[in-house]
């Protein structure tokens, strides 16, 4: 199993990245929230990976951080329903910590909203997987890259919560912290991540 791969970013686009290593350009599928994050061409970069076999393919899928992989993998074996094509559609509209509360809280609306879903694949995510996710296991897979949140922080979440409070839709306030985070770096604050969103 392959797990990780790095090496220099060839290229990139909103939903794949080619990965030159010694000599070999490896494609990878990754979600928009992990696009984003990524290095520009030329620079080193370190992916977690999940390979997916079929009878007439592999396919290489990557991401920022263990955590988002691993939820990845947790969705596409135990979700009905819910393949590599939509669980990637999925992370890539909403961020590790947002995806996970919404699937503690019950929210199917935010979920249902995500590309390629509807209501009846929304409530299978919750129901399939809100005892999975009680614990929070997502907290530090919104870092750049090489890092993530002191355990027991989530300033990401944190952010988003508060400007949901504000009138945000989940979502848009999901993508404005994500953007906020990468001006901002993996050690911005929950009060440094609003004012940045905000602005």
């Given at each position: 199993?392959?797990?990780?791969?790095?090496?220099t970013l060839?290229?990139?686009?909103?939903?794949?990245?080619?990965?030159e290593?010694?000599g070999?350009?490896?494609e990878?599928?990754?979600?928009?929230?992990?696009?984003?994050?990524?290095?520009?061409?030329?620079?080193?970069?370190?992916?977690h990976?999940?390979?997916?076999y079929?009878?007439?393919s592999?396919?290489?899928?990557?991401?920022?951080?263990a955590?988002?992989r691993d939820?990845?993998?947790?969705?596409?074996?135990?979700?009905?329903?819910?393949?590599?094509?939509?669980?990637?559609s999925?992370m890539?509209r909403?961020?590790?910590?947002l995806?996970?509360?919404?699937?503690?809280?019950g929210?199917?609306?935010?979920?249902?909203?995500c590309?390629g879903?509807?209501?009846k694949t929304?409530?299978?995510?919750?129901?399939e997987?809100?005892?999975?996710?009680?614990?929070?296991?997502g907290d530090?897979?919104?870092?750049?890259?090489?890092?993530?949140a002191?355990?027991?922080?989530?300033?990401?979440?944190?952010a988003?919560?508060a400007?949901?409070?504000?009138?945000y839709?989940?979502a848009?306030a999901d993508?404005s912290?994500?953007?906020?985070?990468?001006?901002?770096?993996?050690?911005?604050t929950?009060?440094?991540?609003?004012?940045?969103a905000?602005?």
């Amino acid at each position: 199993m392959i797990t990780s791969i790095e090496g220099t970013l060839a290229s990139a686009g909103p939903l794949r990245a080619v990965i030159e290593v010694g000599g070999f350009g490896y494609e990878v599928n990754v979600p928009v929230t992990t696009a984003e994050r990524l290095p520009p061409a030329g620079a080193p970069v370190r992916l977690h990976t999940l390979v997916i076999y079929r009878e007439d393919s592999q396919t290489l899928y990557g991401f920022a951080t263990a955590p988002e992989r691993d939820f990845f993998r947790l969705m596409i074996e135990n979700v009905t329903g819910v393949g590599p094509k939509v669980a990637l559609s999925i992370m890539s509209r909403l961020s590790l910590p947002l995806l996970e509360g919404a699937i503690r809280s019950g929210d199917i609306d935010t979920l249902a909203k995500c590309q390629g879903i509807g209501r009846k694949t929304a409530e299978r995510l919750v129901v399939e997987l809100k005892a999975r996710v009680q614990g929070g296991a997502g907290d530090g897979a919104t870092a750049g890259i090489a890092g993530g949140a002191p355990a027991g922080e989530n300033p990401h979440r944190d952010a988003v919560s508060a400007l949901v409070a504000l009138g945000y839709r989940a979502a848009d306030a999901d993508q404005s912290v994500r953007k906020a985070a990468l001006v901002l770096g993996p050690g911005a604050t929950t009060e440094s991540l609003i004012k940045k969103a905000l602005s």
